[in-house]
Nanobody
Framework: QVQLVESGGGLVQAGGSLRLSCAAS????????MGWFRQAPGKEREFVAA????????YYADSVKGRFTISRDNAKNAVYLQMNSLKPEDTAVYYC??????????????WGKGTLVTVSS
């Protein structure tokens, strides 16, 4: 089992920045990839970004490329999502996830409870 705990969500104005954190514990060696998904009201959960522990490859959704950056801290078993130039359409609950393959929600084995990001216009 892997436990994931997100933090760092909040309210920010358009153009602002937020940094989300995801702390992992448990059998983290069983998951080779950690990432972020988001779900806006009335919409399906969608992929945002992911990081592969094997080789350090990163993946991004087209909608966030150039604005969001995913990074890791091996010592802390943590993954971060730096979000810059935020837009109102980035408003969603952001979920940390862990799994073996990128980048669909169905491929993730473990999920955090989510953290709300609200971007005001």
């Amino acid at each position: 089992q892997v436990q994931l705990v997100e933090s760092g969500g909040g309210l920010v104005q358009a153009g602002g920045s937020l940094r989300l954190s995801c702390a992992a514990s448990g059998s983290t060696f069983s998951s080779s990839l950690m990432g972020w998904f988001r779900q806006a009201p009335g919409k399906e959960r969608e992929f945002v970004a992911a990081f592969s522990w094997n080789g350090g490859r990163t993946y991004y959704a087209d909608s966030v490329k150039g604005r969001f950056t995913i990074s890791r801290d091996n010592a802390k078993n943590a993954v971060y999502l730096q979000m810059n130039s935020l837009k109102p359409e980035d408003t969603a609950v952001y979920y940390c996830a862990a799994g073996l393959y990128c980048c669909s929600s169905g491929a993730m084995d473990y999920w955090g409870k989510g953290t709300l990001v609200t971007v005001s216009s």
